[in-house]
Every structure is written in C-alpha cells, then in structure tokens.
C-alpha cells in the first residue's frame, strides 16, 4: 500500500529557470494539497485540487506559480523563473475526500534550492 | 480565514515527564483538528486527531483535548522517550483545507 509519491526529492535550479514537481496520491485518494515549508517555519496551504479541477488556490502567489491534477497522472506544481526565495520544501498531501472531515496523509516533500 | 496560534514555539522536558503543547483558533465552523510529528527532514505525520464533536480522545501515550467553546485544544505526552523529540504542528480546518500552527519544537532531556 504504496504511501503518497513525490519527485524529484531534491531539485537545484538556477534563477530564471522552471521548477516542476510532481506528487502522486495514495491510492483511492482523489484530494490533493500542496504545501511550502520554509526552513524553520510550519506548512502553508498553497492550493487544493481534485482530478481535473482546481478547488482553492488562495495560498497560491498569483504569478510564477500553477497546479493541475490531470485525469490521469500526477498532480504538477510548476514554478516558472524561479527565484531564490522560492527555496523551500514543498510538500504533498492526499486525502480520499474533503480536507475539512478527513486525514491527510503527507509526502516526503521536495527540497527545491534556486542558486 | 482561520488563524491558528501555538505555544509554546520549544519546549524541553525530561524523559519521563510530560509534554503540553496548547493551540488556539479562531473559525468556530472549523471541526477538524489534526496533530501532525516532523523528526528533522522528514515529512509530516499524522499522530492523533479529534473532531469537535469529541471532547477528548487518547492513544497510548499521547492525547488531544478540544475545548469549542473557548476554541482551544491541546496535545498532551506522558512518559516522554527521546524519541518523541520532533517539531510537533496543530491544525484546523477552513473550509475544505487545513491552516497549520507555527510548531513546537520539542527536546526530550536525558
């Protein structure tokens, strides 16, 4: 029973560049939530997401960032001309149905450093 | 939105003693509130959660008590062991997504 997936775990990108992770749900789980860790802080909501849809991005920076959550494969966080504040870790959450009423079940994060 | 507040931010006991971490919300609709363990880079995991239509809820050595009224909640560990050392995130829910808490940093002293 495969937990949730997440790639790469460490990603280096130079500014200006693309940044693209990836995060596949448990199986049965149909929710996902991505979430950015800064060293030394807690997780702060970025977007929440069901196949096909987008259900709340309020804690989505309104440029440079985008999800999906494909009918079929993972769901993507793609950060486009990265700078070095977007170094952090970025975490994955599954859920098999509403955040409010039911866990949620982490990833082991990406680690993304922009040089 | 919701607000979730924490503390302490660390916290150091001795093996053995017990460990209180308090969190207070502000949304009284949420009715979701998970506690989550980080050990050093390492994902969060999920320990104990309770719903507000509970007041307390125990496993093993470690037990969350939900106070709606006041909207307060918090983690209690007895018997701490070292390695119960970990940053330690309270959550609530808004509407369909969870607000974190800052963290408890919490040392277990030899």
């Known amino acids: 029973n495969a937990g949730v997936m997440q790639n790469p775990r460490h990603l280096v990108r130079r500014r200006g560049q693309e940044a693209r992770l990836r995060c596949s749900p448990m199986?049965?789980?149909?929710?996902v939530y991505w979430y950015r860790q800064l060293p030394e802080e807690g997780l702060k909501f970025m977007v929440y997401?069901?196949?096909?849809?987008?259900?709340?991005e309020s804690g989505m920076p309104k440029e440079r960032f985008s999800a999906e959550f494909p009918k079929e494969g993972p769901s993507i966080l793609r950060i486009q001309q990265v700078v070095r504040g977007d170094s952090a870790a970025y975490f994955c959450?599954?859920?098999?149905?509403?955040?409010?009423?039911?866990?949620?079940?982490f990833g082991p994060g990406t680690r993304l450093t922009v040089t | 939105g919701e607000n979730v507040e924490q503390h302490p931010s660390t916290l150091s006991v001795q093996e053995g003693d017990s460990a209180v971490i308090k969190c207070t919300y502000s949304?009284?609709?949420?009715?979701?509130f998970p506690w989550y363990k980080q050990e050093l880079g390492k994902r969060p995991q999920l320990i104990i959660d309770i719903r507000s239509n509970v007041g307390e809820k125990k496993d093993q050595r470690i037990a969350v008590t939900l106070n709606k009224t006041a909207k307060h909640f918090s983690l209690h560990i007895t018997e701490t062991q070292p390695e119960d050392s970990a940053v330690y995130f309270c959550a609530a829910t808004e509407n369909d997504k969870i607000i974190f808490g800052k963290g408890t940093r919490l040392h277990i002293l030899p």
């Open positions: 199986k049965g789980h149909s929710h």
């Open positions: 997401l069901q196949k096909e849809n987008i259900i709340d």
């Open positions: 949304d009284s609709a949420s009715n979701y």
């Open positions: 959450a599954s859920s098999p149905g509403t955040g409010g009423t039911y866990e949620q079940y």
